[in-house]
């Protein structure tokens, strides 16, 4: 699955895209980042997409020497370069920004970096199977908890994901798809990779942010979304109990879209299978995600 690179200003290929053992984000995880894919050669949700990028950089105090214009500029570049402007459904695109505190000595002085570097990862966009929207996956609750607001901000998509790769392996280990995250309170605040949403007599809930959690860019479609179909959103706590009873849970993220999470713990969700309201906000995504949305 070859990538395509920029990196501070130069395309390369996989092979020889590097950056040095002294920037920031390599030696302290300094820097923040954010993952779009395309519909039909266009980055879908590109404005909403930045606009977190630069809420997340101002968190860590990290200029993005970057105007969005000039991002999207460079994306289209490396898209090119790529060989995917998406012209059929195997040619989408999934494109990674990331921004890290740049090349400098071993301090912590922001001084010491005067550049933040600024990579562009495109490759292509990995589908998955249809059948498995259908059918559902199985996620575990893990032990590893989720940072506390107060520690590395959730609110933060940051590249230090340690936190996340720990719960990830977890859920490897397990055989799972996704492994979700309590709080340092004990409610589900999202997977490592997703926001969680359940579905319970017709209403569908979703963590609040004030859990912890990222404040996913699906996550808030899906908001919008049922208000257009008259399926109502809203954010509530969730215990794991509430899990365990769903009628149907999903998760979601920007390479997922909405996938139905059929089993917790060995647990089975809902009737086993990917349930209506679920299909019901995917098919609804995908339609606008394919008319151009913003
Ligand atoms: C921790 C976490 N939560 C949620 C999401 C989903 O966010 P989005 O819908 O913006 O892709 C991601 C995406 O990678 C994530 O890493």
Redesign the pocket.
């Known amino acids: 699955m070859a990538a395509t690179v920029y990196v501070n200003g130069q395309i390369f290929d996989q092979e020889r895209a590097v950056i040095s053992v002294f920037d920031h984000g390599f030696l302290y995880g300094e820097g923040v980042y ?2 779009l894919r395309t519909y039909q050669g266009q980055p879908f949700l590109f404005d909403r ?1 930045l606009r ?1 990028l630069r809420r997340s950089a101002d968190m860590i105090a990290l200029p993005i020497p970057l105007g969005d214009a000039e991002i999207l500029a460079r994306i289209h570049d490396t898209q090119t370069a790529a060989g995917l402007r998406g012209d059929s459904a195997e040619h989408e695109a999934y494109i990674r920004i990331l921004i890290t505190r740049g090349i400098g000595d071993l301090t912590y002085d922001p001084a010491a970096t005067p550049r933040p570097s600024v990579i562009i990862i495109v490759k292509p966009h990995v589908q998955l199977p249809e059948d498995v929207y259908r059918s559902g996956v199985a996620a575990v609750i893990v032990p590893v908890v989720r940072n506390l607001p107060a520690s590395v901000n ?1 609110l933060i ?1 940051s590249n230090n ?1 340690l936190n ?1 790769a720990l719960a990830a392996q977890d859920a490897v280990r397990r055989h799972a798809f996704e492994g979700i995250m309590r709080n340092h309170r004990g409610e589900l605040a ?6 969680l949403f359940i579905v319970r007599g017709g209403q569908v809930l979703t963590p609040p942010l004030e859990a912890g ?9 899906i908001f919008e979304i049922g208000a257009d179909l008259g399926i109502p959103v809203r954010e509530a706590v969730l215990k794991d109990a509430d899990l365990f009873a769903a009628d149907e849970a999903f998760l ?4 997922r879209e909405a996938l139905a999470i059929v089993r917790v713990d060995e647990r089975v969700i809902g009737a086993g299978v990917g349930g209506p309201v679920t299909r019901r906000l995917l098919e609804s995504y995908r339609a606008r995600a394919l008319a151009g949305a913003v």
């Open positions: 954010e993952t997409h977190r959730p998509k994901l996340n999202e997977g490592s990779t997703s926001n959690l990222l404040p996913g860019i699906t996550r808030e479609f979601t993220s920007t390479t």
